[in-house]
């Protein structure tokens, strides 16, 4: 079903037409059954694979997972750009170091052979790709998954909007190009359409027409569009959702020409089980909560005890992603396949146990150079988390920094409290409400699956055991995030053992100073301390007494 629209249809007219256009399950698919096709490590055998984002967090999982569990694929064409003064070569060659690799490496010492860096700005014409490298990319790649976007919640529109839509449109007008293309496989997000409570996996209609809105802010200058950018994005909570909401859009009006998938991953988190438990190495999302939280830093932050953390480990969505892609290219449905992959309707945690379980892994694994105790609470209260902010954080972090502006230092944590307020604002919004995703889309590929696939290429989150994925979280970004050695957990035990015993002896001197200034120079306050004093004898007198008789 076509859906080219004219410029000047309405919008309502648009949200019936995508409506219509995800149609029945039973319906949606040509050929034969998951059973008689090929397995997913076989179709991707002698495949050439071109992967956007691949030096990204997912990326680095996608290009891992495919060498390792499809050891027979071709090669990966991965787009890079120079970066923070690091040539394309030097940044792949960091990646592929990374320990990441290392399952990889231990089969195949060689696996870098099949990688293939290819030069590529996402903020350039044509994606800046020369025209030696587009003549190799249509003459042999077969899938795409298109991974790069910014991820920037406070992205200014100008920038996100070139990133997320005019860089995926460049995709796929190259992808149009190509000789032997059997899918393209974008990486959407499950907040796109987060101005929605319940969320189907269907295309909904756009906040705008993409062309519309990349002609009108081409001639305003950078002030203009962030001063409209706030009516712009409506009820939206940043710029990040409001532009892949319009990508989802512009890739659906390629699925007449094209074989179409799309993966909405929630919040991405480490990894489950692959390669190895809690890998994680950003900052990024829940991560820097998490070691804020860990190192004492954190004291309080505004959430809903008991709205869904609808986190997803990294390692799922990248199973899901590849199963994703042979189902596409195997059976090319008619129209573009949306997969929700999200954990909230399937099998919730909340953030009020996210809060419990991440505070006690830190205690039983505390990260080095604490800086206070882990004690990290949610509310849901504004008045409550500013009062905590001032008395928790903003008190502490001035007395820190005026005791480093005495020693001769430059002060600092005011700066980092500073920072930390701002990321935790940019995910109020998800951490204080609740979504409910549609997940047919997910239960008809895993049926599609066979037994050795379903374990190989795992994405059914009803195993996951959340206790356990939240501790190796935690010890993960200990050990790659952080850089922290476990043999140094001992250490820092004892390092928590001091500051413990340093809030006892502050609160001491505290309750010595309170009772010196106001209690022992004023006889009321006296007279009032003897009465509470005796009233808690009494109870005890009574308490003792009582014990005695039920004896």
């Known amino acids: 079903m076509s859906t080219e629209l004219s410029e000047g249809q309405d919008l309502n007219e648009l949200g019936e037409q995508a409506a219509d256009g995800q149609t029945t399950l039973a319906g949606i698919c040509s ?221 659906q009006q390629e699925q007449d020409k094209l074989n179409i998938g799309i993966i909405r991953p929630s919040i991405v988190g480490a990894s489950w089980q692959e390669p190895f438990p809690g890998w994680i190495d950003n900052f990024n999302g829940p991560s820097g909560v998490f070691i804020a939280a860990g190192k004492g830093i954190l004291r309080t932050m505004r959430a809903n005890n008991d709205a869904v953390a609808d986190l997803i480990p990294v ?75 001032l008395v928790s954080h903003k008190f502490p972090a001035l007395i820190y920094d005026l005791f480093l502006r005495l020693s001769g230092q430059k002060p600092q944590m005011m700066r980092i409290f500073n920072r930390l307020h701002k990321a935790i604002s940019l995910l109020e919004y998800f951490s204080s409400q609740d979504w409910e995703w549609n997940s047919e889309n997910i239960n008809m590929l895993m049926s599609q699956l066979t037994p050795e696939d379903r374990k190989t290429f795992n994405f059914d989150v009803r195993q996951l055991n959340w206790p356990e994925y939240i501790e190796n979280y935690c010890i993960g970004t200990k050990k790659y995030v952080l850089n922290e050695d476990m043999s140094d957990i001992p250490a820092a035990r004892q390092h928590l053992r001091k500051l413990r015993n340093i809030r006892y002896t502050f609160n001491t001197v505290l309750v010595v100073f309170i009772w010196r200034v106001f209690i022992a120079r004023s006889q009321m306050a006296r007279n009032i301390w003897y009465f509470v004093v005796s009233l808690c004898f009494k109870f005890l007198s009574y308490f003792r007494a009582s014990s005695t008789l039920t004896s």
Not at 52 to 77: D, H, I, Q
Not at 343 to 358: A, D, Y
Request: proline share 6%.
């Open 315 to 389: 390692d799922v969505v990248i199973n899901l992603t590849l199963a994703a892609g042979w189902y596409t290219a195997v059976h090319r449905p008619k129209t573009a396949l949306v997969y929700n992959c999200t954990t909230g309707g399937i099998n919730p945690f909340h953030w009020g146990e996210i809060e419990h379980h991440v505070m006690s892994s830190f205690k039983r694994n505390p990260l080095e150079q604490a800086f206070r105790r882990p004690n990290a609470n949610i509310t849901s209260n504004y008045l409550i988390n500013q009062y905590w902010i």
């Open 31 to 251: 050929g034969a059954t998951g059973s008689s096709m090929a397995s997913i490590a076989e179709y991707y055998a002698g495949k050439s694979v071109l992967i956007t984002g691949a030096t990204g967090f997912m990326g680095k999982v996608l290009v891992e997972k495919l060498l390792r569990s499809c050891p027979e694929v071709k090669a990966l064409y991965i787009l890079v750009r120079p970066k923070a003064g690091q040539s394309m070569e030097q940044r792949v060659g960091d990646m592929m170091k990374c320990k990441l690799f290392d399952r990889v490496r231990e089969d195949n010492p060689d696996f870098h052979q099949k990688i293939i860096p290819i030069s590529s700005e996402l903020m350039q014409p044509g994606l800046a790709i020369s025209p030696e490298d587009v003549e190799k990319l249509t003459a042999c790649i077969n899938i795409v998954f298109h991974c790069a976007a910014t991820i920037r919640f406070d992205e200014p529109l100008k920038h996100a909007l070139q990133l997320n839509v005019i860089a995926t449109q460049q995709l796929l007008s190259l992808a149009q190009q190509m000789h032997h293309l059997e899918a393209f496989i974008h990486i959407s997000t499950a907040y796109a359409n987060c101005n929605r409570k319940h969320i189907d996996e269907v295309i909904y209609p756009p906040p705008v027409e993409p062309k519309k809105l990349i002609d009108s802010l081409e001639w305003m200058d950078d002030g203009i569009v962030r001063d409209i950018t706030p009516r712009l994005i409506g009820d939206r909570p940043n710029t990040y959702t409001y532009t892949k909401a319009l990508a989802e859009y512009v890739v």
